[in-house]
């Protein structure tokens, strides 16, 4: 291509065609600029849609991990459910003054442990580690860091933190002082009778039953939250 401009320069010199080589040579400057402005266009074209497949990824996995976290805290949701029950049960055998039976013991088993909440951020780590601004809406990319970055990792303290301290300053004490443990570790009264008499351990049994309730307000707010952002992040998937 090159070489069939040069003969054509070359042509219209030796016919001494002085006006029309100055036309030609302005016409080939002008389709070299139109050449790179066309190779500049696609080069920002091909940036352009590199940026937006790379935020198509991240917003992808982050959904994936909403998903699943919704899940969690819905089965979460149902666990807590079925030990409220077990402590109204316990409750509901105090009140009533029923005779002792195992299923009193099984019962408060459920009554132990310290409350957790499994929250998966595999995506917005990799959006972390890659920048931000990978999210170019600035909107969705506030709620984003919002939820994961601020009211994910503060539930998920609190209820640590607060589970912990009522295990460690409640449960584990009167367990102690008024049970012993039996076969895989099932609690077994000292004295059952004294027992239903007794305010202390009543007031446990209130006490981590608000605990449950309020982890599954909190789970529920949670779910809330999350359901939204996937649905902002989903419209933004259609644009």
């Not at 909440?117 to 920048?131: A, P, R, W």
């Not at 909107?139 to 601020?150: K, N």
């Not at 009522?166 to 059952?192: C, D, R, W």
Request: aromatic fraction near 8%.
């Amino acid at each position: 291509m090159i070489k069939f401009f040069r003969k054509i320069r070359q042509q219209l010199l030796k016919e001494n065609k002085f006006s029309k080589y100055i036309l030609y040579a302005i016409g080939e400057i002008i389709l070299v600029v139109i050449g790179i402005l066309i190779a500049l266009q696609i080069n920002t074209w091909n940036t352009e849609k590199l940026l937006i497949d790379k935020e198509i990824k991240h917003l992808i996995e982050i959904d994936r991990d909403l998903k699943s976290n919704v899940e969690n805290f819905e089965e979460l949701i149902k666990t807590q459910g079925v030990v409220i029950e077990k402590i109204d049960f316990l409750l509901n055998n105090i009140k009533e003054k029923k005779p002792y039976s195992f299923d009193f013991s099984k019962n408060l088993q459920s009554v132990k442990g310290i409350e957790e909440i499994e929250i998966i951020t595999t995506g917005f780590n990799t959006l972390s580690s890659f920048g931000m601004d990978n999210i170019r809406t600035d909107s969705l990319r506030s709620e984003i860091v919002l939820l994961f970055d601020h009211e994910y990792p503060k539930n998920q303290s609190l209820f640590k933190d607060l589970g912990r301290m009522h295990h460690e300053s409640l449960v584990i004490p009167i367990m102690l002082k008024y049970f012993t443990n039996g076969q895989g570790a099932i609690p077994i009264p000292n004295n059952y009778q004294e027992l239903l008499e007794n305010n202390e351990f009543v007031s446990m049994l209130g006490t981590r039953r608000n605990v449950k309730a309020a982890l599954i307000r909190y789970l529920n707010k949670m779910i809330e939250d999350s359901n939204l952002l996937r649905k902002q992040i989903q419209e933004e998937l259609k644009k």
